[in-house]
């Protein structure tokens, strides 16, 4: 192919610039779809060619219907090669974009294993990935065969979307029943699951002509939905690696992403190991890069920038040449987030020579280091905690987006 190669992106959120520079220096035009409200947002605008700009509805929706004629009329004169989402919100759009268009890709079937949390579990269990008890909320009697057999707690969860946001823990049949009638029409979207405590991990690839090529296993020093619900600290640091929990981790991951059928893109899989049996339980999966800066803290571990590999093995596959991933370092990374009472905190207090990224933003404060020793990076991990936690933490009530 001769002509350069577009690449429409699409972000409900403001990321992704390094996607897209890296898309920008591998010969490509690339379009940005994104919210008007992001207009002013700080985007890599020498990487963009085009921005396209969308209002929201009243629920924070998309019209795919005005999406899919203003991009028809941009396609009579500009041809789109590929549609990459970069936030987990876009992964319908694209995939209803690429089906539409038919450009290659993946489609909505695929896509609802990186986004229906219903979908996602079912495929796990069929494919023999071990899975904590779930049940739809459709039907009344199948969900009392879900209490009878898996005891409380529990958790109720939207089935599209992302973090923490919407779930609910219940300790009772009553509250479960409850929360469930609360619902009301809109039960269909959500679905409840047993509640197992445990240390929460998450995995960060990258898939190339289906094969996992880069995998990198980090753990959550406190779950994310306590942090969300409980108004903590997130903190999450490198597994130790060649551990037993390094090649358990890599091969869950390794075999959902098979059984999913995830070609071409970065990914973030979360994974439980529960307390009371050791196992290690698939919680869920994404077909994007993670959130909260955990690209930083893998790029700091390993020296592999996720949205820029993703966006040089996109053009490759695109241009139907061979991708090859860049040398791997195994160092140990720990990243560390939270809300500040304060909207622009002094943050000189932490100065130690580990510090490899600081998060620039109002009313927070972030850090990642790095250390070849993971007892090092815990231990900075933990002092970080105790000063933010003293004379920096604050806490907001957990973001309700409605349901479509």
Not at 111 to 116: I, P, S
Request: proline share 5%; aromatic share 12%; glycine share 6%.
């Amino acid at each position: 192919m001769t002509r350069t190669l577009t690449f429409l992106c699409i972000s409900t959120f403001f990321k992704g610039n390094d996607f897209m520079k890296a898309c920008k220096e591998a010969g490509n035009k690339v379009y940005l779809l994104t919210a008007k409200k992001l207009e002013n947002k700080p985007w890599a605008r020498e990487a963009v060619d085009e921005f396209f700009y969308v209002e929201e509805n009243e629920n924070g929706a998309y019209n795919m219907n005005d999406i899919i004629n203003g991009l028809a009329y941009v396609m009579r004169s500009r041809p789109i090669d590929r549609v990459v989402a970069l936030d987990d919100f876009d992964v319908e759009k694209a995939a209803h974009i690429r089906e539409y268009f038919r450009i290659p890709g993946m489609g909505q079937t695929t896509g609802r294993y990186f986004r229906d949390k219903l979908a996602m579990r079912t495929k796990a269990a069929e494919s023999g990935i071990l899975v904590p008890g779930f049940s739809s909320l459709f039907n009344d009697d199948d969900i009392n065969r879900f209490i009878e057999k898996y005891p409380g707690p529990w958790m109720i969860k939207p089935r599209s979307e992302a973090s923490a946001t919407g779930i609910k823990k219940m300790h009772s049949a009553e509250e479960l029943w409850q929360t469930i009638h609360d619902l009301g029409d809109k039960r269909h979207a959500y679905l409840v699951e047993q509640y197992k405590p445990g240390d929460v991990y998450h995995v960060d690839s990258i898939s190339y002509n289906g094969i996992v090529i880069f995998s990198w296993n980090s753990k959550y020093l406190a779950p994310p939905f306590d942090v969300a619900h409980g108004g903590g600290i997130f903190r999450s640091v490198t597994v130790p690696f060649d551990s037993a929990e390094d090649h358990a981790l890599e091969t869950l991951a390794v075999d959902l992403l098979k059984a999913f059928g995830l070609k071409h893109s970065a990914s973030h899989t979360e994974v439980i190991r529960c307390h009371d049996d050791g196992k290690y339980y698939f919680l869920e999966t994404s077909s994007r890069v993670g959130g909260a800066n955990l690209s930083e803290m893998v790029e700091a571990s390993s020296g592999i920038n996720l949205w820029k590999e993703w966006a040089r093995m996109e053009t490759a596959e695109a241009k139907g040449e061979s991708y090859k991933l860049p040398p791997v370092r195994k160092d140990y990374a720990g990243i560390i987030i939270s809300l500040t009472r304060q909207e622009w905190p002094d943050v000189s207090v932490f100065n130690d020579p580990e510090i490899v990224w600081r998060m620039n933003e109002p009313h927070h404060v972030g850090l990642v280091v790095r250390s070849k020793s993971r007892e090092k990076v815990i231990e900075l991990m933990d002092r970080y905690a105790e000063i933010i936690q003293k004379d920096y933490h604050a806490s907001a009530p957990v973001p309700v987006r409605p349901t479509n």
